[in-house]
């Protein structure tokens, strides 16, 4: 199967199958808004929590677009081939996270967020990884094929809920006051993120057929 599966990979690259198919308007628009919201108050960020406060807007609109990367529209189509699904979503993770990495780094050079620079970078990927992992869980778990659509208003509701934490569980720390707690926060955050996203990514058809195989056995 391995053997057959590399002719299968070429075609698809070189036809461009993923650009295709994947849904590039939110992520685009989530792009331009982020560069709206950082020509209109990167000038105005005079400390370090105004810095903060911009870049986490701009993260929270990028997130909510890139999650739409996760919809498989070419499903029904690729399903035969000797691809596996892992394979497939593995590969719009991969390009989700490139979509957020990018901008994120242009947005880190146009505000300057100094020591700040590594503890929002965190705040950034824990909420990535939180957003690709509900997109991942309603594609396996509901065999939706928009699940952005259901992982954008998340990532929103989570960044709403993150605002009306009491103090001692806050995640939006000022720099002056439990950085370091809330970012071991988002730090656990990450980790669990990341593990529920791994999980959505296996094939459960595999699953069904070891099992199968084990009963004959």
Do not use: Y
């Amino acid at each position: 199967m391995t053997g057959s599966r590399r002719p299968v990979l070429r075609e698809l690259a070189a036809a461009g199958m993923l650009p295709k198919v994947a849904r590039w308007e939110p992520v685009i628009t989530g792009w331009f808004l982020a560069a709206g919201v950082l020509l209109w108050k990167a000038h105005d960020a005079q400390d370090a929590a105004d810095r903060a406060t911009v870049l986490r807007v701009v993260a929270l609109v990028l997130v909510i677009g890139v999650v739409n990367l996760v919809d498989d529209d070419a499903a029904t189509v690729l399903a035969p081939v000797p691809v596996p699904l892992a394979w497939r979503r593995g590969v719009r993770v991969a390009l989700a996270a490139g979509a957020v990495a990018a901008p994120w780094a242009a947005a880190l050079l146009w505000v300057s967020p100094g020591p700040l620079t590594a503890a929002l970078t965190l705040e950034c990927a824990a909420l990535a990884a939180f957003g690709l992992a509900v997109a991942g869980g309603v594609a396996r778990w509901s065999d939706a094929r928009e699940a952005g659509l259901a992982a954008g208003p998340a990532v929103l509701a989570a960044g709403i809920a993150a605002l009306l934490l009491p103090a001692r569980w806050a995640m939006l720390a000022r720099p002056d006051a439990d950085w370091r707690d809330a970012h071991l926060r988002w730090a656990a955050v990450l980790l669990i993120a990341l593990a529920v996203l791994v999980h959505t990514l296996r094939d459960p058809a595999r699953r069904r057929m070891r099992l199968h195989q084990t009963s004959k056995s």
